[in-house]
T-cell receptor, first 114, second 114 residues
């Protein structure tokens, strides 16, 4: 069964460093999302992406964040200068053209900022 | 705007007992409703979903949920809980009107005692 894959599964970084989290969505999907879950808290929407541009972003998604689909298969989330409060699990999700409303989530990338 | 309320932060049930996790939503149109389960440190696994039609939906692992429009609820049930069901459960709402962005509830942590 096709799945969304994310790398790395866990990354530890120093405050102020740049981080890129990578996602490979399901191959025929065209809508992509990033969500964040701070430890012990709920899953929060960050950004949605379609047709090579951001469709919607939350207030969490400030200028330190960016997304890109660099090569037609990967979908990346970049945090330019990480802060302690960026420590969280980041989930990538995708959905197909046929709108069933269902998002398919990856296993997540855990980011720890020291 | 969409929102989801899961009124119970923690629930403890005995193994073999029945379970009901509550979920109330706010949504301006016909919602898509989901229940996800998350084991510690793991990703989100879809248990079941409601898009339309029969208001009682069956999911994996013996779970079911009932959509009650009049009560704006989508409660998750299981007739007999197993120790392996201990995890955190998230209810989510989405739909076409909001670009299929899912909004998650705060989650309910299920503990199973033997």
């Amino acid at each position: 069964e096709p799945e969304v894959t994310q790398t790395p599964s866990h990354q530890v970084t120093q405050m102020g460093q740049e981080v890129i989290l990578r996602c490979v969505p399901i191959s025929n999907h065209l809508y992509f999302y990033w969500y964040r879950q701070i430890l012990g808290q709920k899953v929060e929407f960050l950004v949605s992406f379609y047709n090579n541009e951001i469709s919607e972003k939350s207030e969490i998604f400030d200028d330190q964040f960016s997304v890109e689909r660099p090569d037609g298969s990967n979908f990346t989330l970049k945090i330019r200068s990480t802060k302690l409060e960026d420590s969280a699990m980041y989930f990538c999700a995708s959905r197909g053209v046929r709108n069933t409303g269902e998002l398919f989530f990856g296993e997540g990338s855990r980011l720890t900022v020291l | 705007a969409q929102s989801v309320t899961q009124p119970d932060i923690h629930i403890t049930v005995s193994e073999g007992a029945s379970l009901e996790l509550r979920c109330n939503y706010s949504y301006g149109a016909t919602p898509y409703l989901f229940w996800y389960v998350q084991s510690p440190g793991q990703g989100l696994q879809l248990l079941l979903k409601y898009f339309s039609g029969d208001t009682l939906v069956q999911g994996i692992k013996g779970f079911e949920a009932e959509f009650k429009r009049s009560q704006s609820s989508f409660n998750l049930r299981k007739p007999s809980v197993h120790w392996s069901d201990a995890a955190e459960y998230f209810c989510a709402v989405g739909g076409l009107e909001y670009g299929n962005k899912l909004v998650f509830g705060a989650g309910t942590i299920l503990r199973v005692k033997s």
